[in-house]
């Protein structure tokens, strides 16, 4: 069945980039989504890229997506404290099925 | 604009009783998403609306879970009985279009007890 699967622990230095990796097998996935959950708050949308992309950048961020091996990645340059958080990775459906498919969700750790 | 707003934030309720929670969409958006995590899994879909009209509720678990969305504005899930297993956080989200992303409210922790 269709699946999405995040490491579940990533933990780096202030300052450092962060790469927080996503594979799935749902090859029809039209989108894929970074999502961010901070502590008691909701599922806050970072950035997405269609499936047709190999990349998008949005200042700190970059998404890569390598269609081949149905891998998904997110790059945040200069990790600040304040990114720390859960990060999910999920993939949309083609047609009308918006149905999204969500990993566990990777929680990063900053460190001063 | 308000985001998508949940009610309530908690609620602790008693294996066999009923809870109905809440969902106000982002005004204008006529798709509405009803998502659901279970501790320690992935967070799973449950339906999606299209206005008042039920889109997908092919994640809906079982018939003790309803919902609605009466004139396509705010939508209701209510779980009646409710068990042990239903316990989780229940995420609503909406969109303008089919294929905008979702908006997510901060969802709803419900605990069966």
């Known amino acids: 069945g269709e699946d999405v699967e995040q490491s579940l622990f990533l933990s780096v230095r202030e300052g450092d980039s962060s790469v927080i990796n996503c594979t799935y097998t749902?090859?029809?996935?039209?989108?894929l989504y970074w999502y961010k959950q901070e502590p008691g708050a909701g599922l806050q949308l970072l950035t997405y890229?269609?499936?047709n992309m190999d990349m998008k950048q949005d200042q700190r961020l970059t998404v890569l997506l390598n269609k081949k091996d149905k891998h998904l990645s997110l790059r945040i340059a200069d990790t600040q404290t304040g990114d720390s958080a859960i990060y999910f990775c999920?993939?949309?459906?083609?047609?009308?099925?918006?149905?999204?498919?969500w990993g566990l969700g990777t929680s990063l750790a900053v460190n001063p | 604009e308000a985001g998508v707003t949940q009610f309530p934030s908690h609620s602790v309720i008693e294996k066999g009783q009923t809870v109905t929670l809440r969902c106000d969409p982002i005004?204008?958006?006529?798709?509405l998403y009803w998502y659901r995590r279970v501790m320690g899994k992935e967070i799973k879909f449950l339906l999606h609306?299209?206005?008042?009209?039920?889109?997908?509720e092919s994640g809906m678990p079982n018939n003790r879970f309803l919902a609605e969305r009466t004139g396509g504005t705010y939508s209701t899930l209510k779980v009646q009985p409710a068990e042990l297993e239903d316990s989780g956080v229940y995420f609503c989200?909406?969109?303008?279009?089919?294929?905008?992303?979702?908006?997510f409210g901060s969802g709803t922790r419900l605990t069966v007890v």
């Open positions: 989200a909406s969109s303008r279009e089919l294929w905008g992303a979702p908006t």
């Open positions: 005004s204008g958006h006529d798709n």
């Open positions: 609306f299209v206005k008042e009209s039920k889109q997908d």
């Open positions: 749902d090859s029809s996935s039209t989108y």
């Open positions: 890229i269609f499936s």
């Open positions: 999920a993939g949309g459906g083609a047609g009308n099925n918006r149905k999204l498919i």
